[in-house]
C-alpha cells in the first residue's frame, strides 16, 4: 500500500532540512513528509525551501529524478532555464 503524509510540527530537536542543507532550528515550524511506495521515505524541509520545492517537483522532468539532492542539484543546473 502506498501513502504520502505531510505534516507541519514544530521541531522537538534540530533537524537537517533536506533541501538547502542548513539545519531546521528546535521549535521551528516545518515540512515532515513521510511517504511509502516501494520504500519508506521521509523528510523535513523548511516551509519556504518546501514552497521551492513543491514548484520544482511540478516540472515533469524531475519525475524521473530518484532523490531529493539529484532533484536539487537539477534545480540548481537548471535555475534559469526552469524559473
Ligand atoms: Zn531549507
Redesign the pocket.
Known amino acids: 500500500m502506498s501513502f504520502e503524509c505531510e505534516t507541519r510540527p514544530i521541531a522537538r530537536k534540530d533537524y537537517r ?6 539545519s ?1 532550528n528546535k521549535g521551528t515550524k516545518h515540512i515532515k513528509n513521510v511517504s511509502k511506495y516501494e520504500d519508506f521515505c521521509s523528510y523535513r ?2 516551509i ?3 514552497d521551492e520545492f513543491t514548484e520544482t517537483t511540478t516540472d515533469p522532468r524531475c519525475w524521473e529524478l530518484m532523490t531529493i539532492p539529484d532533484i536539487r542539484t537539477f534545480f540548481e543546473e537548471n535555475k534559469g532555464e526552469v524559473m
Open positions: 532540512c533536506e533541501w538547502c542543507g542548513t531546521i524541509m523548511h519556504e525551501c518546501d
